[in-house]
């Protein structure tokens, strides 16, 4: 039973068949107790007109007059007249107890009119006493239960029709969804286009919201998809830039086999073994940037580049590691050295995202072909391990900022560091190393 009710349409269902139980239930009883009090009062008001007008036009006698209130009783579907003087003439064997405030009415000579011992009685002054009818109420309560009955029939039947009216329209109103879940499930894993706009207002925000997910997921699968390309190129680069020396170092090994006193090939094999030290320590470094967040301090950068000895243009702050920017700057001086020329300018600016570090040699400047990859893995020009810049790049993306590598009379190294993790620490105090 309660699995019944886990789906929409049926809880729907339900909720439609509840109201209008509850709207029909109530109504069918005030519409009875109504019709009752109504028929009641229309009784009373007619007994009353009936008794007036007998009063004005009847005969005199009592006989006569109990004749014609027996006939008036008969008229009304039964009942007992009466007729009120120095005790009470009945024109039933039988008749019920009359109220007293029938009798104090009739003493202070005014009509009386109300309902008593399941039936109304009417009275109007006479003379001393007075005369009336008492007429049973069974044909009013009975006109509540035929009401009653009609609605449990009739009603019972319109009932029963709204509610087939409500379950085609909730089918209608429901195709919409139906016709969301069957797009969903028609769609292959791969498909992340966006859904259609929805027939009906209401489905907008979920289809938004699917939207929405299908944007991200298809984003962080590209996303992947880069990081797998890019891992197996660095993969293969690695590989290569290793297996040269390594190629070399046995050769120079091979030669020192069989002339033992040569040094040339000894030297040979010291710079191979130099240059497979380096590329390994650049890999590591590289690993450890991107599983190690970085330890975050506040940094005054123009007195921070000014350690290094070099000209600064600027100021800046920034809310940063010094180990990683040390070597970031390390690796760029490095870089002048080996393949422009010194001295190195720094030149800071502040933007209204975080700062800028420019970096500018006094060398010839990046090889154009170069440029578009100066930051990838192993990408040089001939010398050195190409793993600088991609640990100047590295350090970037550890403070959530991003590189550059311009051309501007020399080549120029840019870092951006972001502010927002400034405003982790608004009023922390700035120094030379933080």
């Given amino acids: 039973m309660a699995t019944g009710f886990r789906t929409l349409r049926a809880r729907l269902l339900l909720l439609l068949l509840l109201s209008l139980l509850l709207l029909a239930f109530p109504l069918a009883l005030l519409t009875a107790k109504e019709a009752e009090k109504a028929a009641s009062e229309d009784l009373r008001r007619a007994l009353l007109a009936r008794l007036f007008l007998l009063k004005e036009e009847g005969p005199g006698e009592e006989e006569a007059l109990l004749a014609e209130l027996l006939r008036l009783a008969q008229t009304f579907g039964g009942g007992v007249g009466f007729v009120v003087g120095e005790g009470v003439r009945y024109t039933d064997l039988s008749?019920?107890?009359?109220?007293?405030?029938?009798?104090?009415?009739?003493?202070?000579?005014?009509?009386?009119?109300?309902?008593?011992?399941?039936?109304?009685?009417?009275?109007?002054?006479?003379?001393?006493?007075?005369?009336?009818?008492?007429?049973?109420?069974?044909?009013?309560?009975?006109?509540?239960?035929?009401?009653?009955?009609?609605?449990?029939?009739?009603?019972?039947?319109?009932?029963?029709?709204?509610?087939?009216?409500?379950?085609?329209?909730?089918?209608?109103?429901?195709?919409?969804?139906?016709?969301?879940?069957?797009?969903?499930?028609?769609?292959?894993?791969?498909?992340?286009?966006?859904?259609?706009?929805?027939?009906?207002?209401?489905?907008?925000?979920?289809?938004?919201?699917?939207?929405?997910?299908?944007?991200?997921?298809?984003?962080?699968?590209?996303?992947?998809?880069?990081?797998?390309?890019?891992?197996?190129?660095?993969?293969?680069?690695?590989?290569?830039?290793?297996?040269?020396?390594?190629?070399?170092?046995?050769?120079?090994?091979?030669?020192?086999?069989?002339?033992?006193?040569?040094?040339?090939?000894?030297?040979?094999?010291?710079?191979?073994?130099?240059?497979?030290?380096g590329v390994l320590g650049g890999l590591l470094r590289l690993v450890r940037l991107e599983a190690t967040p970085p330890r975050r301090v506040p940094l005054d950068l123009r007195a921070f580049l000014e350690g290094f000895g070099l000209e600064v243009e600027g100021e800046g702050r920034a809310f940063a590691d010094p180990d990683l920017l040390a070597l970031a700057v390390e690796n760029v001086l490095e870089n002048a050295r080996r393949h422009g020329a010194l001295p190195v300018r720094a030149f800071l600016e502040e933007d209204e995202g975080g700062v800028w570090i420019r970096l500018l040699d006094s060398g010839p400047g990046f090889p154009e072909p170069l440029l578009p990859q100066a930051f990838q893995p192993f990408a040089h020009g001939g010398r050195g391990t190409g793993l600088g810049l991609a640990l100047v790049a590295a350090v970037a993306r550890a403070h959530g900022g991003r590189a550059v590598a311009e051309n501007r009379g020399g080549a120029l190294v840019g870092l951006h560091l972001p502010l927002g993790s400034l405003k982790e620490a608004p009023g922390a105090p700035f120094g030379e190393v933080g």
Avoid at 126 to 132: I, K, L, S, V
Avoid at 209 to 218: G, H, K, P, Q, T
């Fill in 95 to 277: 008749p019920p107890p009359l109220p007293e405030a029938l009798f104090q009415a009739l003493g202070e000579g005014r009509p009386y009119q109300g309902v008593h011992a399941g039936g109304v009685a009417v009275a109007l002054p006479r003379g001393e006493g007075g005369f009336g009818l008492w007429v049973p109420l069974e044909g009013v309560a009975g006109l509540g239960r035929r009401l009653l009955l009609l609605w449990a029939t009739w009603g019972g039947g319109v009932l029963l029709l709204v509610f087939l009216l409500g379950v085609l329209g909730l089918r209608l109103a429901l195709r919409p969804l139906e016709g969301l879940a069957r797009e969903l499930a028609r769609r292959s894993p791969q498909d992340l286009s966006p859904l259609p706009p929805p027939g009906i207002e209401e489905l907008r925000p979920v289809v938004e919201a699917l939207n929405r997910l299908f944007r991200e997921v298809d984003r962080l699968l590209k996303e992947l998809s880069e990081k797998e390309a890019l891992s197996r190129r660095f993969a293969q680069h690695a590989s290569h830039e290793l297996r040269t020396p390594l190629a070399a170092l046995k050769g120079h090994l091979e030669i020192l086999r069989r002339h033992p006193g040569e040094s040339r090939a000894l030297e040979g094999a010291l710079r191979a073994l130099e240059r497979m030290e």
